[in-house]
């Protein structure tokens, strides 16, 4: 069993960056690939970004590479997600996910969820 929790979000202005975390408490935490979702009112959830058990391999949205960074420290079961030059389109709750799957892109591969923390970019 994997419980996940969110932190970080916040207002922010256009042009500015904001961390996010996800703090794992499971003990196989580190067998996770771990994934960041976002969800903007009246918008489906879309995959953001993604990385493996070992930090090795990441995957990013078209939307935010270049701008966003995953990484995952084991050794602290946690996860983060380093977002800079935020923009007002990346308004939305963002969630952190754990899977064992290697179909990143998929929400239904994903086991656990976090309950998720706002970001707001204002213009």
């Known amino acids: 069993q994997v419980q996940l929790v969110e932190s970080g979000g916040g207002l922010v202005q256009a042009g500015g960056s904001l961390r996010l975390s996800c703090s794992a408490s499971?003990?196989?935490?580190?067998?996770?690939?771990m994934g960041w979702f976002r969800q903007a009112p009246g918008k489906e959830r879309e995959f953001v970004a993604a990385i493996n058990w070992s930090g090795s391999s990441t995957l990013y949205a078209d939307s935010v590479k270049g701008r966003f960074t995953i990484s995952r420290d084991n050794a602290k079961n946690m996860v983060y997600l380093q977002m800079n030059s935020l923009k007002p389109e990346d308004t939305a709750a963002y969630y952190c996910?754990?899977?064992?799957?290697?179909?990143?892109?998929?929400?239904?591969?994903?086991?656990?969820w976090g309950q998720g923390t706002q970001v707001t970019v204002s213009s």
């Open positions: 996910a754990a899977t064992q799957s290697s179909i990143w892109l998929q929400m239904r591969r994903y086991d656990y």
């Open positions: 499971g003990r196989t935490f580190s067998t996770y690939g």
